[in-house]
């Protein structure tokens, strides 16, 4: 076992080999926690409340012993359940609730498990989802975000604490992120496509509904009422579970019957039962909506990041056996964007576009825009964009960047379900970077991902 450097937190440790459901009682008695004093992962100047309720407590207790343990060398008797890293409210919100229910599903046994999420996106991201600070403040967590672990939080390379841990459980992803692949994946839920990523995994659901939280909140709905004695259910969790079904849902207008049964299961135990389960939905689909279009006072790094999801992908290129691959996704047009920009200019969003991707190590970036316009009849019709760009300067060379520059362009303009075509300014465009416009509805990062990682599967320079 690796032992890490050692740091003093909150100025001294209390050392703990309990499990992880920690009593109230207990913790108030142990009110030591990580303080919020002005650091790289605590905005100094904003004041710091704490949370109120049982379910923000958990989360800052649980937060605190994870620090602790892994400061006395015992990160393997840790479960880090862990969504995707464009942490969205469904992301968030399952990773929470499987973390939750896995620490007092056990508390009372003789194998208790130690589990906490983990937000694979940094702290200061968190808040550029409008939605998701909505739906934390409703469910009175602390400010900051402090309750909750994020990436930059991890006091160790998430490469080496996958070899210390005692496993990963992935919520609304289908595989572990290139980092997290040395860990052992103990469970899997996901609403999308089964890439066949730890097939030992229990319980291992890949389910096509609405919400991923819908299949968590399932699970652990059913695990719990066969318990002998039930364990405590926050109201501000089962809250926070409505409200993420409700937004991937349209308040269940877009529904499945399995995100409605759960939605219904969970709402006669919040406090909100006796409320008209579609009524409450779309109550809250439309705030948190409302809230998530809120993003008109971000500039374009901001909105590269909100929502940026990348991974290295494997080549059969000796020279470059893999290459890293970005993804953003925009809800506005690029030449508004360009009106976000310092200099109002073209060259501008580019700048700032390869200083983001500079930081992120990517070879390759993709930023999918979608916007709507009224024709001439006054119908609103969706358009998409597709942003391509491509480094020399991470792992690639010149003459490399160029051919993986034309072989992921060729792929998309091959693609007949696309039908894209050049931007109106794409003869402006500058070397290795391309802009197609197309009308396809669907066509999100869920289609275009898979076009652009096989033509960098297949790409051998």
């Known amino acids: 076992m690796r032992l890490p450097h050692i740091c003093a937190i909150a100025g001294s440790l209390v050392t703990t080999s309990t499990a992880s459901a920690i009593p109230l009682e207990q913790s108030q008695q142990q009110h030591v926690l990580l303080s919020p004093s002005p650091d790289s992962t605590v905005t100094a100047h904003r004041p710091f409340e704490t949370g109120v309720g049982h379910f923000s407590e958990w989360s800052r207790e649980t937060k605190r012993h994870f620090l602790i343990d892994w400061q006395a060398g015992r990160a393997s008797e840790w479960i880090i359940v862990q969504g995707n890293e464009g942490g969205d409210l469904d992301s968030m919100t399952a990773a929470l609730t499987w973390a939750y229910h896995l620490q007092h599903a056990t508390a009372n046994t003789s194998e208790p498990i130690k589990a906490i999420a983990l937000l694979q996106t940094p702290t200061d991201a968190l808040d550029l989802r409008p939605e998701n ?41 289908a595989v572990p992120l290139r980092k997290w692949s040395n860990a052992k994946i103990i469970s899997i839920f996901d ?32 695990e719990l009422e066969k318990l002998p004695e039930e364990y405590h259910m926050p109201h501000e969790l089962l809250e926070l579970i409505l409200s993420a079904i409700a937004i991937d849902s349209g308040g269940l207008s877009s529904a499945t019957d399995a995100d409605v049964e759960t939605a219904g299961r969970v709402l006669a135990r919040s406090n909100w039962r006796g409320k008209k389960l579609e009524k409450k939905m779309r109550k809250l689909a439309d705030k948190l909506g409302d809230a998530k279009k809120d ?6 790094r901001d909105l590269l990041r909100r929502d940026w999801k990348g991974d290295l992908v494997d080549t059969p290129s000796p020279r470059t056996p893999t290459v890293s691959l970005g993804f953003s996704s925009i809800p506005y047009s690029f030449d508004n964007q360009i009106t976000k920009t310092e200099f109002g200019e073209l060259f501008s969003w580019f700048a700032i576009e390869a200083a983001w991707t500079a930081q992120m190590g990517a070879d390759i970036s993709i930023a999918l825009n979608k916007y709507k316009i009224k024709d001439k009849h006054g119908k609103k019709r969706k358009i998409r964009e597709i942003v391509l760009c491509v480094r020399n300067d991470v792992r690639i060379d010149e003459a490399q960047a160029d051919d993986l520059f034309r072989t992921v362009s060729e792929a998309i303009e091959n693609d007949k379900t696309l039908n894209v075509k050049p931007w109106h300014r794409a003869d402006e465009l500058g070397r290795r970077q391309m802009i197609w416009t197309h009308e396809r509805s669907d066509a999100g990062r869920k289609v275009i991902r898979p076009i652009v990682e096989a033509a960098v599967r297949d790409w051998d320079m």
């Not at 309750?147 to 992803?173: C, F, M, N, R, S």
């Not at 089964?194 to 609405?210: H, L, M, S, T, Y």
């Open 191 to 222: 609403h999308h496509h089964d890439n066949g990523a730890g097939p030992d995994a229990q319980p291992r659901i890949f389910e096509k509904v609405a919400s991923c939280t819908t299949i968590v909140a399932r699970q652990m709905l059913d």
């Open 295 to 300: 993003l008109d006072h971000l500039g374009v």
């Open 133 to 173: 600070k909505l739906a934390l403040d409703n469910s009175q967590m602390s400010s900051g975000h402090s309750d909750l672990l994020t990436l930059d939080e991890l006091p160790e390379d998430p490469q080496t604490l996958a070899d210390d841990i005692k496993g990963i459980v992935i919520v609304d992803h």
